[in-house]
């Protein structure tokens, strides 16, 4: 019997095991894998104390910092790291929460959903057809294939921009589609820095409609979402950044999701809702933080601050249980 299970690896969930461990809670933490969304970004720049860091030596260090305190001198782990697991379903038993993983069953007095998301797919003819022929999920891991080549970026938040300006670097040319006229979700210093570079261009108040080729993408299809018109763009990469879906089906027996099945949280102390309550009932024992969550933006430093936050709520929770 744990007194937390923490579900999830990222900022999110490392920095709510190391609060976990410093408050000397039993906690059970499980992920597939430390670093969460952020281990395929080249270079971090608002990772706050780090003015630049790779993906994955955030990785390194989110996981260094975690077991630095999990384990106590001369005594067991406080922290019960279970890498490679991944949850399959969280329920409710009595007063107790079961955690069932693809490995075991993990049993705890309160739980944190730390799970993030995955990314998005393209949902327009083509896109599945040329997946890895083209179209990609993620530029530091095939950007470099395109090497000198014409290519576009899909979406025009931070991580389209990010993406841009990795492609940027060996890439002919990149083309930024976006649906609106403004790039509201993107930093304004990341947008300026990418659009002086002359290799790249934009094209706004569009969205993709196909992905054309043979064997491999020749082009990307675009209607202006304002006056109905398609054109075609010659390209032979097409990265997709249109946002992440949460990764929350273990818990849909368990707390209320919103209507793109982030799990709904009360913003004062990240408590989620459970199901077999009132509708809109609180529940204290299933807590949630980070990109999972129905939190307004989703960032990095918040998503390792809401994750503090239901920590302190935790405690002091388990400790009026006693």
Same mark, same amino acid.
């Given at each position: 019997m744990y007194d937390l299970v923490i579900i999830g690896g990222g900022p999110a969930g490392?920095?709510? *095991?190391?609060y976990a461990a410093r408050k000397r809670l039993k906690t059970c933490f499980i992920t597939e894998?430390?670093?969460?969304?952020? /281990?395929?970004? %080249?270079? %971090?720049?608002n990772w706050i104390g780090t003015p630049a860091i790779s993906g994955v030596n955030l990785a390194k260090?989110?996981?260094?910092?975690?077991?630095?305190?999990? !384990?106590?001198? &001369?005594?067991?782990? %406080?922290?019960d790291i279970h890498l490679g697991e991944r949850a399959d379903l969280l329920m409710k038993t009595g007063n107790e929460f079961c955690v069932r993983t693809n490995? *075991?069953?993990?049993? &705890?007095k309160a739980v944190l959903i730390a799970t993030g998301g995955t990314r998005r =797919?393209? $949902?327009?003819? $083509?896109?599945?057809?040329? +997946?890895?022929? *083209?179209v990609t999920y993620c530029a530091s891991c095939d950007g470099p294939l395109f090497e000198g080549q014409d290519v576009a970026v899909i979406g025009g938040g931070n991580a389209g921009f990010e993406t841009a300006a990795q492609l940027l670097a060996y890439c002919k040319s990149v083309t930024l589609v976006h649906r609106h006229k403004e790039f509201a979700k993107a930093d304004a210093a990341t947008v300026e820095a990418v659009l002086k570079?002359?290799? #790249?261009?934009?094209? @706004?108040d569009s969205e993709p409609v196909e992905v054309k080729g043979s064997k491999f993408v020749s082009s990307l299809a675009v209607k202006n979402v304002k006056t109905g018109?398609?054109? +075609?763009?010659?390209?032979? !990469? %097409?990265? /997709? +950044?249109? $946002? #992440?879906?949460?990764?929350?089906?273990?818990?849909?027996?368990?707390?209320?999701?919103?209507?793109? *099945?982030?799990? =709904?949280?009360n913003p004062k102390n990240q408590r989620a809702y459970l199901?077999?309550? @009132?509708? $809109?009932?609180?529940?204290?024992?299933i807590w949630a933080a980070g990109d999972c969550t129905d939190e307004l933006y989703h960032q990095n430093n918040i998503a390792a601050g809401d994750a503090v936050k239901a920590l302190e709520d935790i405690y002091f929770w388990l400790k009026s249980k006693k």
């Open positions: 490392v920095a709510a *095991g190391v894998a430390v670093g969460g969304q952020s /281990v395929d970004s %080249i270079e %971090i720049q260090e989110l996981e260094a910092h975690l077991r630095a305190y999990a !384990g106590l001198p &001369g005594q067991d782990d %406080i922290v490995r *075991g069953n993990y049993t &705890g =797919k393209l $949902g327009v003819p $083509g896109a599945a057809e040329f +997946e890895n022929k *083209g570079h002359p290799n #790249m261009k934009t094209i @706004t018109a398609v054109s +075609e763009i010659p390209v032979t !990469g %097409i990265f /997709v +950044e249109t $946002g #992440m879906i949460p990764s929350t089906s273990f818990a849909t027996e368990a707390v209320v999701l919103d209507e793109i *099945g982030r799990v =709904k949280v199901l077999s309550q @009132t509708p $809109g009932g609180e529940h204290a024992g």
